[in-house]
């Protein structure tokens, strides 16, 4: 099992960046795909970006990509979320989230569903 903590959001203006990040407290993300989500007020949650366990693939959903990246850091058992050009439609409370059921070290999933475990969520709001 592993707790997902996730840290780094804030009130920014409309192109700023921001820098997300999710840490184990316990557990090791290492053997985990990652992803991120967010959900907005009166909306469901949403797929925001993943990585496989090795960092060898990444995916994005379509409204983020070319701005938003995202990274491991295994040797500091974390994974990073960086957000450029921000938009206000990115307000939103971000997830962190772990899925144990790769079947393959590139697999990567944006499917809500198949991720075991979520951190508490990190509020970020991009004013116009």
């Known amino acids: 099992q592993v707790r997902l903590v996730e840290s780094g959001g804030g009130l920014v203006q409309a192109g700023a960046s921001l820098r997300l990040s999710c840490v184990a407290s316990?557990?090791?993300?290492?053997?985990?795909?990652m992803g991120w989500f967010r959900q907005a007020p009166g909306k469901e949650r949403e797929f925001v970006a993943g990585?496989?366990?090795?960092?060898?693939?990444?995916t994005y959903a379509d409204s983020v990509k070319g701005r938003f990246t995202i990274a491991r850091d295994n040797a500091k058992n974390a994974v990073i979320l960086q957000m450029n050009s921000l938009e206000p439609e990115d307000t939103a409370v971000y997830y962190c989230?772990?899925?144990?059921?790769?079947?393959?070290?590139?697999?990567?999933?944006?499917?809500?569903?198949?991720?075991?475990?979520w951190g508490q969520g990190t509020q970020v709001t991009v004013s116009s």
């Open positions: 989230a772990a899925c144990s059921r790769a079947p393959t070290n590139a697999y990567v999933s944006s499917f809500r569903g198949e991720y075991d475990y």
């Open positions: 990585i496989s366990w090795r960092g060898a693939r990444t």
């Open positions: 316990s557990g090791t993300l290492s053997s985990y795909a």
